[in-house]
Every structure is written in C-alpha cells, then in structure tokens.
C-alpha cells in the first residue's frame, strides 16, 4: 500500500470486512470517513436511529460545553472590568487626598489633615518631609 490509490482500492475491496482501520490505511487523509461511512451503509434502521441520537448528544453536550466556556469568559470579563473600575476610582481618590494634603501641609498639622483627607498620620508626616 505505497500510494494513495493502492490505499483507496485496498479500502474498497475490504470495507465491508475491515474492524478498524489498519496503521497503512490510517494516513490517508479522509479514510477515517469512508470507513464510517462503510459501517453506517452496514447498519440496520434501529442502528442508525440510535447512532444519530448519540450524535445528537454528543452535539448538544459539546454546544453545552461551548455556551459555559463562552457564559464563563463573558462573566471573568465584566467581573474584571467591575474591579479594574473599582480599583481605578480607589487609586483617584487616594490620588485626590494626596493632593488635598499637599495643600494643605502649610496651614493644617498632621493630625487635622489626616482627619480631613482619611489618610494615616504617617503618611502625611512622609508626605512632610518629602517637600
């Protein structure tokens, strides 16, 4: 079996006794079809009505999987971006009471602006000696 016609012939003239498919037939490309093919034409109404509904739950079952991979990710993106948002207002407000501090490190003691702007004394003392 060196060619691809020496394959398909050899297919053909066993297919109706062939049980799986030998490694030398195994390379050609669409041989996997044919040969359910062969044993689907071998196989009585009763048989080809319960193969289609395997097949047809093995479809629903791989749409099933399919939909929760696509619901999952959909859900993983908006649950991110709800804490990307969040993450980015609590950075400008920590931003902002930086700045109101800075504004305010002539006027007020530590303790009176970190009252005011929710920021920890310490902070405010580093915010100090920075400037």
Sequence with gaps: LATAKDRWLYFVKNAGSLKFIPASLAREPYIHQAFDIANQAGLS???LE???KRFDFIRLQRGSIAKALH???AQGREEGLEKGLELGREQGRRRMALEI????????????IAAKTGLPETE???LRRSQ
């Design 45 to 47: 109404d009763e048989e």
């Design 101 to 112: 501090a800075a504004q305010l490190l002539d006027i007020l003691d530590d303790a009176a």
């Design 50 to 52: 319960a193969q289609e």
């Design 124 to 126: 405010i003392a580093d």
């Design 71 to 73: 619901d999952g990710m």
